[in-house]
């Protein structure tokens, strides 16, 4: 289709789990760049099966639904300043859209907001799914028709 876009993503299409305070999050921007951008940015490296990747000073093996990029790899992409990219990312980690882990030579990054995704005719479920939290007992949410809240 003509007005179709590419993403470069692995995967048909995806489950998860995102709160509306992670898209609003998502939806803010830096230099004209809005951190839904860097996200997809990350999720664009995301595996969807065990694949063996070289990083640093070695190789570091990454389980289908993790991804292996530095916050300097993309600041460097978004021509952003790597600390303010950091924050970025961090944040990213605190609205459990990602977990971060880090060693001296590779950032490897864990899709946790997302349950599964379609490839290749199949659904495919991730093992690193970090299920939504449940609303805090001073939630403003109120129970309406088609809506059930956790207890």
């Given at each position: 289709?003509?007005?179709?876009?590419?993403?470069?993503?692995?995967?048909?299409?995806?489950?998860?789990?995102?709160?509306?305070?992670?898209?609003?999050?998502?939806?803010?921007?830096?230099?004209?760049?809005?951190?839904?951008?860097?996200?997809?940015?990350?999720?664009?490296?995301?595996?969807?099966?065990?694949?063996?990747?070289?990083?640093?000073?070695?190789?570091?093996?990454?389980?289908?639904?993790?991804?292996?990029?530095?916050?300097?790899?993309?600041?460097?992409?978004?021509?952003?300043?790597?600390?303010?990219?950091?924050?970025?990312?961090?944040?990213?980690?605190?609205?459990?859209?990602?977990?971060?882990?880090?060693?001296?030579?590779?950032?490897?990054?864990?899709?946790?907001?997302?349950?599964?995704w379609y490839k290749d005719g199949r659904y495919q479920r991730n093992e690193l799914y970090l299920h939504a939290k449940k609303p805090q007992a001073t939630s403003a949410v109120q129970n309406t028709a088609g809506t059930q809240n956790m207890p």
């Amino acid at each position: 289709m003509a007005n179709e876009k590419t993403t470069n993503i692995d995967f048909l299409n995806c489950n998860g789990s995102i709160t509306a305070e992670a898209f609003a999050f998502l939806g803010k921007k830096t230099k004209g760049l809005t951190y839904y951008d860097i996200f997809l940015a990350i999720l664009q490296t995301m595996v969807t099966v065990k694949t063996t990747v070289k990083s640093g000073w070695g190789e570091v093996t990454l389980e289908p639904g993790q991804a292996a990029i530095s916050n300097e790899m993309l600041a460097a992409r978004f021509k952003l300043n790597p600390k303010t990219m950091k924050g970025i990312v961090n944040q990213m980690a605190d609205l459990d859209l990602i977990r971060i882990h880090r060693s001296t030579t590779t950032t490897v990054i864990d899709m946790v907001f997302m349950s599964g995704w379609y490839k290749d005719g199949r659904y495919q479920r991730n093992e690193l799914y970090l299920h939504a939290k449940k609303p805090q007992a001073t939630s403003a949410v109120q129970n309406t028709a088609g809506t059930q809240n956790m207890p």
